[in-house]
């Protein structure tokens, strides 16, 4: 018997201990117990973080979409596998049955290979969230064409600049995209694009919103008339566990973005056993992920992880204030949500709003709650946890990365007793080291250093698109023979690891290693501040001083600014000490963040050291506007 489902904290120590002892019985019998094969494997791992290379169930042939839709349609082909819950909501949800999945990716599958499209072509996809998303997505996978979908937020030069990377060969977009009230036209964004990219010789359109469009002789299609016209029946393509099985850019803290690979087997047995556990999921359970597919929680947590365990999984075309701040709770009690993952940042911009929009809906069916992207601020944990779980949902504050495929440091609920603030355990396979900054290992507990993974797991990027060498030096260079995740982190007196942030946000003032996330916490708990950021610039004597950024929750705040400076410096000293006071503390409107809603913190560096002439690479910021007020304000 496999240790597929965790169900209390001393199973979870003895699995854990297994995982480390024999990693690779402990795989084989999950990937053997709980998938379909079309041959086994001749060796579970090999692997080298010098080289670098990962091979996990070599040999080993398969399909994923096989797993994730074919093998549930005897005993659950009616189940719902997809709620599509519109911008709109006056517009009709859609529920889409394993059974409708099944012909929907069959059909799209049979359009891509009409257009000529092979296993390992690349294929880019920038879609909004609509059905046909996932169904390309899965398309892609049934003929073992590598996906590479680009958030439809982007503009139409980060587009350019991932499709000629990956050297795709098809575009699949759409006329346009809702997103609250607004419109906007993807295709113009895409043919823009593709002036750059005369290698993309196919572009399938899916047609959403009316808008006008050109549609380029020969090159661009409607695709519901190729889907009308194409067999809902396709075999699948039998690949080799370490066939590709899609690409996803995440931007690199320089240079261009990487093109991270994530590769078949292994990348499907690690997140189908990971939502397993993580969320707790249970048949005719209603799981919401409400990130976009364009990013790796989406890929990993709303389409394969959730369908490789024949769950139903939602997709939200919309955003969190339309038509007004309750839409997610109207969306909860509607659908009967029983999980709900989200991102701190949505969480700290809904905290701000009327209660009432929260209290106007039954959030009852909820049973566990979860956080991802960056670390959750005590505030906001707390919101969560009284308001949206009402105390009784456990908030699953999952780390991960693009890199890692899966969640790697998590609680499982109803298993891990959850900390605020802290990702708590290990998952069974991940084993984190904390290092110091001459490369050693830090044993023990209530300490902190560089997290790093010393041993690899199923689903961790194989290589970086096109650039081994680049991998190898973000990756595997910083500390030998380990991976380095870039994160700070520190361990408590019982193990539990907490995300400090990256470590390019530790600010070492005075000698004293200072996390920006504590920090920024205790200002955060002002009743005042809605949100904060803190960055180092540099000093005479200190060696680096903080600069606090700092949004307050009504701009026309009455007291005295002077008087707020002095209240939050005294919840600093309080919670994190009188060193970590700033030095500067900037009231703004807004904070310079990206698409997937991170602060670029480089900006506020700049801003904060009084070096403005070059901002570097904005393209991917979100907000412009916002930076040039903070500059002609700077403190
Ligand atoms: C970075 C990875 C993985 C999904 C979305 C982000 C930060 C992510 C947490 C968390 C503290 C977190 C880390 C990580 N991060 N989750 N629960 N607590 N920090 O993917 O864009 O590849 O970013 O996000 O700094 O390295 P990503």
Known sequence: MSNYHIKNLEEYFQVYRKSVREPENFWAEIAEEHFTWRKKWDNVLSWDFEKPEVKWFENAKLNITENCIDRHLLTRGDNTAIIWEPNDNSEKAQHITYN??????????????????????????????????????LACARIGAIHSVVFAGFSSKALATRTLDADCKMMITSDGSYRGAKTLNLKNIVDEALEDCPDVSSVLVVKRTGEEINMKDGRDEWLAPLMEKASDDCAPEIVDAEDPLFILYTSGSTGKPKGMLHTTAGYMVYTAFTFKNIFNYTEGDVYWCTADIGWITGHSYIVYGPLANGATTVMFEGVPSYPDHGRFWQIVEKHKITQFYTAPTAIRALAKRNIEFVENHDLSSLKVLGSVGEPINEEAWHWFNDNIGKNHSPIVDTWWQTETGGIMISPMPYVTPTKPTYATLPMPGIQPSLMDDDGKEIKGNQVSGRLCVKFPWPSIARTVWGNHERYKDTYFSTFEGKYFTGDGAMRDEVGYYRITGRTDDVIIVSGHNLGTAPIEDAINEHPAVAESAVVGFPHDVKGNALYAFVILKESG????RDNLRKEIHQQISDKVGPIAKPDKIQFVEGLPKTRSGKIMRRILRKIASNDTSDLGDTSTLLNPEVVEAIIAEAL
């Open 100 to 137: 409708e999945l099944h012909k929907k990716v069959n059909k799209f599958a049979n359009v891509l290979k009409s257009k000529g499209i092979q296993k390992g072509d690349r294929v880019c996809i920038y879609l909004p969230m609509i059905p046909e998303l996932a169904y390309a997505v």
């Open 557 to 560: 705040e009455s007291r005295k």
